[in-house]
């Protein structure tokens, strides 16, 4: 009884990525989620081989060498998943030439960054920069079985509180949306902020009125209404959508300004 429980545990292991490949994301043509357009480092998270671990792509699309490219990658459930070992990892690639195309693959258990492992929807993010500067991330949404990558898809992009005043100041976003409820929302916002409600589905009614070739940021007070209202604007077909990491709060507390 116990062997035949084993064989057909691995049955199953082997077969879930084969059955699961039709509804996984593997776009040739895969999309950089960048902060400035013009950085030539480009970076891309795509399921490794068979759904099991996962790819990361480093592109120099430029005319000069890039050196000294820290990255890092993360994982972040969504609510209720259980995320293993291995959520964060980083190293550096030492050069990058032009036109060169580096990819490093999270393998499961093998080598010094294996794969996170768990179960549930997670968020994953891989971050770069070069010398130093020019931050360049891919975020995706996965539902993670074991080391298996399902269900991949594009997400929003989430920046903490820093980057995201010098987007602001920089007059980057078209649109800043607080999906807070009024009550909340009266007693302080982000400078130039509405006020579309996720609970009440105001936010729902307004996303076919905005402009799909946008760049909007998106916060509430806590996660859940937050990273529900950024995706929902992914989902309707925006492509440059940002999220406030740690929300109003954290904002607050770096000490940026708000209104009234």
Known sequence: ??????????????????????????????????????NPLKVSLEPGFLSRGVKLLFSNTGDTSLTNIEWCFSTKPVITAIIGKGDVCSQTIDELGPGEEITIILRPFLGDIPSPRGFGRVYMKV????????????????????????????????????????????????LIIDVVGLDIYSLGHLPGAVNYIWADRTLAEMIPTLDVNGT????????PPSTDSAQALVDAGIESVYRLEGNYRAWVEAGYPIET
Not at 4 to 27: K, N, Q, R, W, Y
Not at 139 to 148: D, T, V, Y
């Open 1 to 38: 009884m116990n062997r035949t429980c084993v064989i057909g545990f691995v049955f199953m292991l082997l077969l879930i990525p084969a059955l699961s490949a039709i509804e996984i994301d593997h776009t040739k043509d895969y999309r950089e989620r960048v902060t400035n357009e013009e």
């Open 127 to 174: 971050q770069a920069k070069a010398d130093g500067t020019e931050m360049v991330r891919d975020q995706k949404q996965s539902f993670l079985l074991f080391c298996f990558l399902l269900k991949t898809k594009d997400t929003y992009i989430d920046i903490p509180p820093d980057e995201t005043y010098s987007l602001y100041l920089n007059e980057t976003f078209d």
């Open 216 to 223: 909007y940021l998106v916060y509430c007070h806590t996660d």
